[in-house]
């Protein structure tokens, strides 16, 4: 296993509505990083992130899941977030842990209530983000 300098370790965490793709992204990217020698689909319950048995029979995540992606000499651990307002702690947590978020929007559904609600507009966020908030 590698070792990395705390320089290079980021934590990114995948923000949006239930449904929108955040765990499918973080299966294409261990995939594309050599972690797995296939992509998982939620429908199948065969991903990294969703392995509890509840996970698997709801589709969807109930709580956050950390995948370290190593890449080009980093480590980026991806912190796959539930969507459902049920598991807003588990969503607010792994903001407080991040270093950046990349919220991810249904190409199909669009922006949904689980997107404007997104963590970013918390104080928690706000107060970290250099960008004044909206």
Not at 37 to 45: H, K, Q, S, Y
Not at 102 to 113: E, F, M, P, R
């Amino acid at each position: 296993m590698d070792v990395y300098r705390t320089d290079r370790i980021r934590n990114v965490v995948l923000l949006g509505h239930g449904g929108s793709g955040k765990t499918t992204l973080a299966e294409a990217m261990a995939y594309l990083a050599g972690m797995t020698n296939r992509l998982g689909r939620v429908e199948d319950g065969n991903t990294v992130s969703d392995f509890d048995k509840e996970e698997i029979k709801r589709h969807f995540s109930i709580s956050t899941t950390l995948i370290p992606v190593p890449w080009d000499k980093v480590k980026i651990n991806v912190l796959d977030t539930p969507g459902y307002f049920d598991f807003v702690g588990e969503v607010e947590e792994a903001v407080s842990a991040a270093d950046a978020a990349i919220i991810v929007v249904s190409g199909k559904a669009g922006v949904q209530v689980g997107t404007q609600k997104s963590p970013r507009s918390s104080p928690s966020w706000a107060s970290r983000s250099s960008s004044p908030s909206t």
